[in-house]
């Protein structure tokens, strides 16, 4: 048998574990908190849309451009489309703004032309260094609705659905580096655990989510970077 596979294989298996005995846990510390009815759930179902209208367009996709050890920070892009300017964003790895992804406005200040942006973006990348992917099978994505509310649309007789969403990615073995965050889904509260990369010399990782960030006919996929720390 392939060792790989077989590896594999056993890691899904103890993801799947984890994920049982979390919501053992988490229904046994909520087991005297009042049960959402049948009929107000219902009534969020019959009462928004899960689909919208279908206009041209594509999901948003992000990358990691690279690691600046210096700064403590890793570059990440996101594209929009083919002819609109990709965002740049800075991740910060270490210190008080440890998690929080933030694009840098200053470079759409002083410009708006997307080539100069692409321009830019190829010339920081070569002062960056990389960071390497590692195995998802070793880590757990977790999903859980925070808030859900709805969204009217122009031209749609139902409104949408809208989710704040949270996401946690952690090591299946249950220890090591772990992180959130909470993002604004559309439609259906699904998410993927896309990739994780290793960052060389930093005592943390980043994991790439996908999840349904865009209210366009069934729904297009958005990406976030969650860094994930001790």
Not at 48 to 55: L, N, P, S, Y
Not at 65 to 91: K, M, S
Not at 121 to 147: F, H, N
Request: charged share 20%.
């Amino acid at each position: 048998m392939n060792r790989d596979l077989k590896s594999q294989t056993a890691l899904i298996a103890l993801a799947r574990t984890r994920r049982m005995q979390r919501a053992l846990a988490h229904a046994y510390i909520h087991r005297d908190a009042p049960m959402p009815t049948l009929r107000h759930s219902l009534g969020y179902m019959t009462s928004t849309a899960r689909t919208t209208d279908e206009v041209s367009g594509r999901g948003h996709s992000m990358s990691l451009l690279g690691v600046a050890r210096a700064e403590g920070v890793a570059y990440v892009v996101e594209e929009l489309g083919p002819n609109d300017a990709p965002i740049i964003y800075r991740l910060w790895l270490r210190g008080p703004r440890a998690g929080h992804l933030v694009p840098i406005h200053a470079w759409y200040e002083q410009c708006d032309d997307p080539a100069e942006i692409r321009a830019r973006i190829a010339s920081i990348a070569t002062t960056l260094e990389p960071a390497g992917k590692t195995t998802t099978e070793a880590w757990m994505l977790s999903t859980r609705i925070v808030q859900r509310r709805a969204l009217r649309v122009a031209g749609s007789e139902s409104p949408i659905r809208k989710f704040a969403l949270q996401l946690r990615v952690e090591p299946v073995a249950g220890t090591g580096a772990s992180g959130h965050t909470t993002v604004t889904a559309f439609l259906r509260p699904g998410a993927t655990l896309a990739e994780v990369y290793s960052v060389a010399g930093e005592d943390c990782a980043i994991a790439r989510v996908t999840y349904t960030g865009i209210p366009n006919g069934l729904g297009l996929p958005r990406d976030t970077m969650i860094l994930l720390s001790e």
